[in-house]
């Protein structure tokens, strides 16, 4: 099966959300792919393999040559990825298609084959399948289906197959992830989750992603709080505590409401549904399993009437976006010296390092991670730091959200680089939380802008998208070219 299985190996330019105006040094790295349609020529690979590429080539077993690869279609929600080879050359020999298999059983063997660090040849490992969880693929996403196995999933691994069997060239899933405080404890990506993307980018060209139900809910296992909703002892749910203000689901349901079943499937009193025998799952499976624009059935209990509902389902709208290039792009506003970003997870991963932001980060602007849109480009404007100037001396704000300008409430990053540019006042009052205040004097921002700028190695005063959607920039001071006299 060595024929159908390559090394991926890629460049990549990662966004800066700290510094938004650049780029992180280039970096490369190398993951395991597989052929999963020779007719179509894709190649499927983790999507945190090719993520923010430059270039990527794959190279054989036992053959030297790396081949130009492109990236056709990516999927950092469900970490998956198709690239192809466009150079004939490279399909001319016999390689075979790896066919999908569903969900092992538990203690069923997985064999993980790829190309982790250590080595240039191909490593296989053996383990069992351990559990099916819902696990997250990416930070702070939504969770999806997940095989738990116990073989050594490594660096280098990531994209490979994990075989049901090797001889028959079944594939149980790709390989993507491992436990850092465990051992050989690996997560696998399942078909289900395969199939759903494959189905996405054969129906549209992209992937979505992936439903939300719209809704967050608690467990229904205390005894008073089944007696005060009216839940009979041979009835169980889930309570509906907050809806998205922009779900489709919060025009049918309301706070309170006890969900019990979705798709005609009981939901437990700890939120899990059956998945196989003797084996649950939590019920946001089942939502997931679903195409963006589905609808869902649910049966709840109001007031202690049931109620069988539908709704459509969408993609989850956060008010702090989760992941680069899915629900978020660097962006930036900087006047006099004030440095404004909107609020996102992988901003607060870059201002305070990795997973440490969850410590690090103030109360405040973590309280709001878990929080909903409520308007349509709706954005949490922060002031994350002082480029030092004069003009903005004995101001020692970091990381603190700005509310309004000149007394207007701000909703995006967008509006407050708009209030700017049209502001006529003398003075600009930015507005932060707790009541604390920035007032800068407008003409003299207005002038102290390009030299800030120039000192700190700025281009403009924001970022593309701001220049785009306001039609206006500041560009940084031009420095004198002049030769200048050297004393000696």
Same mark, same amino acid.
């Given at each position: 099966?060595?024929?159908?299985?390559? +090394?991926?190996?890629?460049?990549?330019?990662?966004?800066?959300?700290?510094?938004?105006?650049?780029?992180?040094?280039?970096?490369?790295?190398?993951?395991?792919?597989?052929?999963?349609?020779?007719?179509?020529?894709?190649?499927?690979?983790?999507?945190?393999?090719?993520?923010?590429?430059?270039?990527?080539?794959?190279?054989?077993?036992?053959?030297?040559?790396?081949?130009?690869?492109?990236? +056709?279609?990516?999927?950092?929600?469900?970490?998956?990825? +198709?690239?192809?080879?466009?150079?004939?050359?490279?399909?001319?020999?016999?390689?075979?298609?790896?066919?999908?298999?569903?969900?092992?059983?538990?203690?069923?063997?997985?064999?993980?084959?790829?190309?982790?660090?250590?080595?240039?040849?191909?490593?296989?490992?053996?383990?069992?399948?351990?559990?099916?969880?819902?696990?997250?693929?990416?930070?702070?996403?939504?969770?999806?289906?997940?095989?738990?196995?116990?073989?050594?999933?490594?660096?280098?691994?990531?994209?490979?197959?994990?075989?049901?069997?090797?001889?028959?060239?079944?594939?149980?899933?790709?390989?993507?992830?491992?436990?850092?405080?465990?051992?050989?404890?690996?997560?696998?990506?399942?078909?289900?989750?395969?199939?759903?993307?494959?189905?996405? %980018?054969?129906?549209?060209?992209?992937?979505?992603?992936?439903?939300?139900?719209?809704?967050?809910?608690?467990?229904?296992?205390?005894?008073? +709080?089944?007696?005060?909703?009216?839940?009979?002892?041979?009835?169980?749910?889930?309570?509906?505590?907050?809806?998205?203000?922009?779900?489709?689901?919060?025009?049918?349901?309301?706070?309170?409401?006890?969900?019990?079943?979705?798709?005609?499937?009981?939901?437990?009193?700890?939120?899990?549904?059956?998945?196989?025998?003797?084996?649950?799952?939590? @019920?946001?499976?089942?939502?997931?399993?679903?195409?963006?624009?589905?609808?869902?059935?649910?049966? *709840?209990?109001?007031?202690?009437?049931?109620?069988?509902?539908? @709704?459509?389902?969408?993609?989850?709208?956060?008010?702090?976006?989760?992941?680069?290039?899915?629900?978020?792009?660097?962006? %930036?506003?900087?006047?006099?010296?004030?440095?404004? *970003?909107?609020?996102?997870?992988?901003?607060?991963?870059?201002?305070?390092?990795?997973?440490?932001?969850?410590?690090?980060?103030?109360?405040?602007?973590?309280?709001?991670?878990?929080?909903?849109?409520?308007?349509?480009?709706?954005?949490?404007?922060?002031?994350?730091?002082?480029?030092?100037?004069?003009?903005?001396?004995?101001?020692?704000?970091?990381?603190?959200?700005?509310?309004?300008?000149?007394?207007?409430?701000?909703?995006?990053?967008?509006?407050?680089?708009?209030?700017?540019?049209?502001?006529?006042?003398?003075?600009?009052?930015?507005?932060?939380?707790?009541?604390?205040? *920035?007032?800068?004097?407008?003409?003299?921002?207005?002038?102290?802008?390009?030299?800030?700028?120039?000192?700190?190695?700025?281009?403009?005063?924001?970022?593309?998208?701001?220049?785009?959607?306001?039609?206006?920039?500041?560009?940084?001071?031009?420095?004198?070219?002049?030769?200048?006299?050297?004393?000696?």
């Amino acid at each position: 099966m060595g024929n159908c299985q390559f +090394l991926a190996c890629s460049f990549t330019a990662d966004p800066n959300y700290a510094q938004p105006w650049q780029m992180r040094p280039q970096r490369s790295s190398s993951g395991s792919a597989f052929i999963v349609d020779t007719k179509r020529r894709h190649i499927m690979t983790n999507a945190h393999v090719v993520s923010n590429e430059t270039t990527v080539h794959v190279r054989r077993p036992g053959n030297p040559k790396k081949w130009r690869a492109k990236v +056709l279609c990516e999927g950092k929600i469900a970490d998956l990825a +198709l690239v192809t080879v466009e150079d004939d050359q490279f399909w001319t020999d016999e390689l075979l298609d790896l066919r999908f298999v569903d969900v092992p059983e538990l203690q069923d063997s997985i064999l993980v084959a790829g190309y982790p660090l250590g080595g240039d040849s191909l490593s296989i490992t053996k383990g069992i399948v351990s559990r099916v969880v819902m696990t997250r693929y990416a930070h702070a996403s939504n969770k999806l289906l997940g095989i738990q196995i116990d073989a050594a999933i490594n660096p280098g691994n990531s994209g490979g197959p994990a075989f049901a069997d090797l001889q028959q060239g079944k594939v149980a899933g790709v390989a993507f992830s491992k436990l850092s405080n465990a051992d050989n404890v690996g997560y696998i990506i399942p078909y289900q989750i395969i199939k759903h993307f494959l189905q996405e %980018y054969e129906q549209h060209g992209i992937f979505r992603g992936c439903c939300s139900v719209g809704f967050r809910w608690q467990d229904m296992e205390n005894t008073h +709080l089944r007696e005060h909703l009216q839940v009979a002892a041979n009835q169980s749910g889930s309570l509906v505590y907050k809806i998205d203000p922009l779900a489709p689901a919060h025009d049918v349901l309301k706070e309170n409401d006890v969900v019990m079943e979705i798709d005609r499937v009981p939901i437990a009193d700890d939120g899990t549904v059956e998945f196989r025998n003797e084996e649950r799952v939590e @019920f946001s499976h089942i939502v997931r399993a679903k195409h963006i624009g589905d609808s869902l059935d649910v049966k *709840v209990l109001r007031d202690g009437q049931l109620l069988d509902l539908k @709704f459509q389902l969408k993609q989850r709208r956060p008010l702090v976006p989760i992941l680069h290039g899915v629900d978020c792009v660097p962006s %930036y506003f900087i006047v006099g010296g004030l440095v404004f *970003v909107p609020l996102s997870i992988p901003f607060l991963e870059h201002a305070y390092g990795g997973l440490n932001w969850r410590k690090l980060a103030p109360v405040p602007i973590l309280a709001l991670v878990t929080e909903y849109c409520e308007l349509a480009e709706q954005q949490v404007v922060v002031l994350f730091q002082i480029l030092a100037a004069e003009i903005n001396f004995g101001y020692k704000f970091q990381t603190v959200k700005c509310e309004q300008f000149n007394g207007r409430e701000l909703h995006n990053l967008k509006q407050l680089a708009e209030a700017v540019d049209t502001c006529k006042e003398k003075y600009m009052r930015f507005g932060l939380e707790g009541g604390k205040s *920035v007032i800068l004097d407008r003409v003299q921002a207005t002038t102290a802008g390009p030299v800030i700028l120039k000192q700190h190695a700025i281009t403009f005063d924001r970022s593309a998208d701001l220049q785009k959607a306001t039609n206006n920039s500041c560009v940084a001071e031009q420095p004198d070219t002049k030769m200048t006299e050297q004393r000696l």
